[in-house]
């Protein structure tokens, strides 16, 4: 069974995805040029409809996200969104991306999506496929 989720996916206590040696929030990854010391929360994040599953899923660990030399030297910075399929796994089969920065930035940002591992999302007692929209990947350059 397939559910769709529309509201914040929460990371898994205080992992925080930290591990990505990047700034990064409970809401998604943010990759900067000059990796930052201390983790930020970003203002958007995944959703889930809290109406279709019992407990939503949330997040154990994702690779990091690339940001190549050529996208910083071109100055191509942003955030991509995307859709990601959590299977009954909690493995992501599944990335869309419903809003782009440019064709290398975004197949870096759903490499990474790709990665993720996460507690999957519960229905009933049972784990369920579920879509996780707006995922952010938040590509920064300091100036």
């Known amino acids: 069974m397939l559910r769709t ?5 929460r990371f898994l206590g205080a992992l925080g995805i930290a591990a990505l040696g990047m700034s990064v929030g409970c809401a998604g990854s943010v990759v900067e040029e000059s ?15 809290p109406n279709t ?9 994702m690779d990091d996200p690339q940001y190549s030399d050529d996208s910083r030297e071109a100055g191509e910075q942003g955030e991509v969104l995307m859709d990601a399929l ?3 796994f909690g493995q992501v089969t599944d990335v869309r991306v419903t809003r782009g920065v440019s064709p290398k930035l975004d197949e870096s940002a759903v490499a990474a999506v790709r990665t993720a591992l996460f507690k999957p999302a519960l229905l009933g007692g049972k784990p369920v496929s579920v879509w996780v929209r707006d995922f952010p990947i938040q590509y920064r350059l300091h100036r």
């Open 35 to 49: 990796p930052p010391k201390e983790m930020t929360r970003l203002p958007t994040g995944p959703r889930v409809d």
């Open 53 to 61: 599953v019992d407990v939503e899923p949330t997040i154990v660990r």
């Open 86 to 88: 959590v299977n009954e």
């Open 5 to 9: 989720i529309s509201s914040r996916v």
